[in-house]
């Protein structure tokens, strides 16, 4: 009961693509070391591949398995998606490509189709009510100050009561008790919008929490309004980046499907009407650490999931996010590069080269835009980009503008344009009093008096590019083309 890759790079669920990064030097490191759930596990992979916006002493590293949790005869894996290079090789795609391939995925989608539950690995064992969710998983917590340990990547999979459509979206699980956890939805969030009309009818919502996925999945999950609509099943472009359709099952205690393959499946229903204060158990004010890089504030009144059902596979992996870094860059951000790249290509096409949601700002405030001036009548067409973009993306804050000569994965080049070709006073467009991302702390009237309400941001577009009179005064340096091959080790170039 697998999905039985035919070759090495055909992933098709976490343990196939865990099998090409065993394959390949650098990118899994396993340790069989104990270690505690509590605090310790984040606190090793920080220093090991958690990468920026994660506070230094931080890097770019491997993934990890931890396959000794005390306590837990469970693994844990987290890192798989905390590097680009690593999420490309994984999506069988390059750095520069990854948007690209992600835009020729959704425009050539494959729906999902359900299996047998014989087929489903997902359901190899079945823990069914009463259950402690606490003793049969290791969920993490990332600091001490943490509301209590996190489920934070699961993917819930739920369908509209009025419609039937489906969505599946991540979002933040705090472990309240034996049969309960919390749940965080972002207003707007699609499966939000699908708990309000059941609870409007009276009614519990099923849903299935589905752990340890090809990184396919996760990717793809992530695409967010105006690309993926409400009543757009995201799976449908996880199946077009694999040119396969994601297997579903019917869960065996609610009405609800799950990823076939899935490591881990936590079936239950949003309960209609009732609350809990996320940090009821620790009263620590805190959440958990969110993409920004702080600690995120505890949430008064949450929804409430009641666990019904835990499945999962033989030797299961729950796989993990390290609160703030490189892997909710990448889950966040590579979405979002696509979703630009595709409404900028629809009004301006030909101009807009490249996209890099930066690191900086965790895959969502920050955007680095590669622009092409083919003309005098291109000028002023690069601002009208970054306006798209906004309109693209609307969490996102500062939009950066470079030319086609500069490296928008380089930091310095970028840093570079914005010393030589940008001047503050005549390079910067604000846009000031408009909602943003509500985790960002510097949006607060606390802050500036010009920010109206918690929320509401100034964006801003910094203008890195040459005027296009000007282009001659800003040609770079020109060295020759060698073959350098004879000159270097063969292969030090990566």
Known sequence: MSCLPEILSDICDLRSALQLLESTPGQLLTTREPVDANAELAGVYKRVGAGTPVAPPTRIGPAMMFENVKGFDVRVLTGVLASRERTAMLMNSSVERLPFDLLDALENPVAPVTIPAARASCQQHIHRVPLDIRELLPAPTNTLKDAGPYFNMGLIRAEDPETGEADVTIHRLCVQGPDRLSVFFVPGRHIDQFRIKAERAGKPLPISINMGLDPAIYLSACFEPPTTPLGFDELTIAGGMRNRAVELVDCVSVKAKAIAHAEIVIEGEILPGERIREDINTDTGYAMPEFPGYLGDAQAELPVIRVTAVTHRHNPILQTIIGPGEEHVNLAGIPTEASILRLVENSMPGRLLNVYAHSAGGGKYLAIMQFRKASIRDEGRQRQAALTAFAAFSELKHVIIVDDDVNIFDSNDVLWAMTTRYQGDASTVFIPGVRCHPLDPSQSPDFSPS????GVSCK?????????????????????????EKFVPAGWFG
């Open 451 to 454: 920010i109206s309400a918690e």
């Open 460 to 484: 801003t577009i910094f203008d890195c590019t040459v005027p296009y009179r000007l282009r001659e005064r800003f040609t770079r340096a020109k060295f020759e083309d060698v073959d350098i």
